[in-house]
């Protein structure tokens, strides 16, 4: 279960679907392709249960910000750097 209050999140929407944010900038409940589909990232209630952030990463150069996508889903995971 994620150790962020549910007042420190914010639901975007498409009118078809919805995703909870944390102000971490984590992603940590999505259901798609509607509403009523079961959640594809749900971190919110299982702390295995899939998130997708992006976070910024160390300047590769000095004054060149980098980030990293990273993505967990259960035992999976994966990191990719962004220039």
């Not at 962020?4 to 999140?9: A, D, F, T």
Request: with cysteine; aromatic share 6%.
């Amino acid at each position: 279960m994620s150790d962020v209050p549910i007042e420190g999140y914010a639901m975007v929407s498409d009118c078809q679907t919805a995703a909870l944010i944390s102000t971490g900038g984590s992603v940590d409940w999505l259901c798609m392709p509607c509403f009523d589909a079961r959640s594809v990232l749900g971190r919110l209630l299982d702390a295995e249960a899939g998130h997708w952030s992006i976070r910024p990463g160390r300047p590769s150069r000095p004054g060149v910000p980098t980030g990293t996508a990273r993505w967990c889903c259960g035992p999976t995971s994966g990191r990719m750097p962004e220039a």
